[in-house]
T-cell receptor, first 113, second 114 residues
């Protein structure tokens, strides 16, 4: 089964509301990546977090990596219709997972205008 | 840089037939990955190449699946004796360097096995 869990599975927000998705790993990660997949599209890289407690911002998006490097979150402030899509986290740990990314099942974001 | 391309984009086949998909990565990328994605799930790792060497293969991958990257450039994924459970989107991604760097995904090949 999935070793990287994401919640919620689905969220429907009003345009302008905030959105957060959470990612939890069963093991400590070396780093974590976030991807966005638009409906009918393919995953597109957003960001990579490496350090314990790291916080990175991209305009309205804020990414955090937990102190224990087992969880992460993506927060979007004041959602827009262009934010619609599925957000995936993907964990990397060469000893646990081998030299590959393990993706969560994703959080689907829908935005009502 | 034209990005990662995959062909065909769609494939419908009958159960028991063999299919082959092609992936052309970004030219300077040394790593190439194959994933399978089904509805409501994230990409599931199948295998990856560093240059022409296939370095890792998922334990979930049956013997019916084989992949090649003969000259360290494009790659092919073949599924023999397809089953209905093979129906999925097959994604290819490439990256540059050793380790977990950002991956660039292609548009995928959607396989439907009837």
């Amino acid at each position: 089964g999935q070793q990287v869990m994401q919640i919620p599975q689905y969220q429907h927000v009003q345009e302008g509301e905030d959105f957060t998705t959470y990612c939890n790993s069963s093991t400590t990660l070396s780093n974590i990546q976030w991807y966005k997949q638009r409906p009918g599209g393919h995953p597109v890289f957003l960001i990579q977090l490496v350090k314990s407690g790291e916080v990175k911002k991209q305009k309205r998006l804020t990414f955090q990596f937990g102190e224990a490097k087992k969880n992460s979150s993506l927060h979007i402030t004041a959602t827009q219709t262009t934010d619609v899509g599925t957000y995936f986290c993907a964990g990397y740990h060469i000893m646990e997972y081998g030299n590959k990314l393990v993706f969560g099942a994703g959080t689907i974001l829908r935005v009502k205008s | 840089d034209t990005g990662v391309s995959q062909n065909p984009r769609h494939k419908i086949t009958k159960r028991g037939q063999n299919v082959t998909f092609r992936c052309d990565p970004i030219s300077e990328h040394n790593r190439l990955y194959w994933y399978r994605q089904t509805l409501g799930q994230g990409p599931e790792f199948l295998t990856y190449f560093q240059n022409e060497a296939q370095l890792e293969k998922s334990r979930l991958l049956s013997d019916r699946f084989s992949a090649e990257r003969p000259k360290g450039s494009f790659s092919t994924l073949e599924i023999q004796r397809t089953e209905q459970g093979d129906s999925a989107m097959y994604l290819c991604a490439s990256s540059f360097g050793d380790g977990a760097y950002e991956q660039y995904f292609g548009p995928g090949t959607r396989l439907t096995v009837t």
